[in-house]
């Protein structure tokens, strides 16, 4: 679908919609409410697709079926401003988030406040002149932002954060893609790994040496028999 075109939305809808009613179908009618194998959908650029559905139900369901769906996003503000009051109810059912980086502000202040604060020990000292000197030392305990917004609107590009629930948040650095096993099969590694939709749209039938068919023969009817026109 075109990313500036949103003329042909309802289409994307509908699949979403028969994709998430035939997998839960299958896993309670076949399976006894969880398929055999997990399936994961990885929901690239969401906010340009159109609204999913009922996504806030699906995402509270799917997960016991052994359905799960990842949304990626360029800004949390963009889920709010497809989803309104159900942006929050979407995002309380993800147990994971991980955070690229960005500088939308809304998404810097929630993050900031879902990391949490650190205990910090500070000093300060005093001196009083007069007749006499005096000084004065003072220990204190603060809580300080574990990552302000502006640190992390100035994050290292090669580092994320990744949330899970249940566990203190992580700092790390992005995988190096490079070095996975399956990177020689993408696009980035080789130009013949392109993906060509009219090849693979094609109807033509397309024989192989070890395929078999079987071969009748047809006699034509005698041209008198034939019906006039």
């Known amino acids: 679908m075109s990313d500036t075109d949103d003329s042909f939305n309802f289409l994307i809808s509908m699949c ?5 009613n035939l997998l839960c179908e299958k896993a309670d009618d076949m ?5 055999p194998v997990h399936v994961r959908c990885l929901i690239d650029e969401c906010a340009n697709i159109g609204q999913i ?6 995402v509270a369901t799917i997960r016991s079926r052994e359905i799960s769906a990842c949304l990626v996003l360029q800004a949390q503000s963009q889920l709010k ?3 309104k009051d159900n942006a929050d109810t979407i995002i309380g059912n993800m147990d994971t988030s991980i955070f690229l980086g960005g500088k939308e502000p809304t998404t810097l202040k929630e ?9 910090i020990d500070t000093y300060n000292t005093g001196e009083s002149r007069g007749r006499e000197t005096s000084h004065s030392l003072n220990y204190q305990k603060l809580g300080k932002e574990l990552m302000s917004q502006d640190e992390l609107a100035v994050m290292d590009g090669g580092k994320c954060i990744l949330q899970v629930q249940g566990v203190r948040p992580f700092f790390s650095d992005k995988f190096d893609i490079t070095k996975h096993p399956q990177y020689k099969y993408l696009l980035d590694s080789s130009k013949k790994n392109a993906f060509d939709i009219a090849k ?5 039938l397309t024989v192989r040496p070890d395929d078999v068919f079987e071969s009748c023969e047809l006699e034509a009817p005698p041209a008198s028999d034939a019906p006039a026109d």
Do not use: C, D, N, V
Request: net charge positive.
């Open 16 to 20: 979403y919609t028969q994709l998430f």
């Open 31 to 35: 399976y006894g409410g969880r398929l």
């Open 53 to 58: 559905p009922k996504l806030e139900k699906l």
């Open 81 to 83: 401003a497809i989803y």
């Open 111 to 119: 993050l900031a406040a879902a990391l949490g604060k650190e205990t």
């Open 200 to 204: 693979y749209l094609s109807r033509r």
